[in-house]
């Protein structure tokens, strides 16, 4: 437990950027009817307002034929905030914030959560 803990915030203070594939083996889906293809998370500092600005892509799927009302997708920062994200067509969703309180410079975990109505849901890790 305190080898994994150690691990974990030596890779959390290097400020590499991991990527989890959406695979069976490291996904918490309940079903196979609706997934997360593919989420990237970017992120880039407003100098004129000393802001950060943070976007969030993913590409969501799934073994049926959908309306965007009946899917639901968004972004946990940090396991606490939810962000929605908005549909922009072909099963591509998006969204984008603008905080004082996330920087960019800091490890951060995004956890993206796609569910449907009948139930069925997909999540997908992005460590920043």
């Known amino acids: ?3 994994n803990l150690f691990v974990f915030m030596i890779l959390l203070l290097s400020g590499c950027i991991f990527y989890v594939e ?23 500092y407003d ?23 009946e899917i639901s997708v968004g972004v946990y920062i940090e396991g606490w ?4 994200l908005t ?6 969703w998006t969204s984008g914030l603008e905080t004082y309180y996330y920087d960019c ?8 959560v796609v569910s449907d109505i009948y ?3 997909d999540e997908v890790t992005v460590w920043w």
């Open 119 to 121: 139930g069925n849901y």
């Open 105 to 112: 410079n800091d490890g951060s975990l995004f956890d993206f």
């Open 22 to 44: 959406p695979t069976s083996t490291n996904t918490t889906s309940s079903s196979t009817e609706i997934w997360v293809d593919y989420a990237q998370v970017d992120c880039e």
């Open 81 to 84: 905030d939810y962000y929605s």
């Open 1 to 3: 437990m305190i080898k």
């Open 87 to 92: 549909p922009v067509g072909y099963g591509v």
């Open 47 to 69: 100098s004129y307002w000393g802001d950060f600005i943070w976007y969030f892509d993913a590409q969501i799927s799934a073994s049926y034929s959908y309306y965007d009302d």
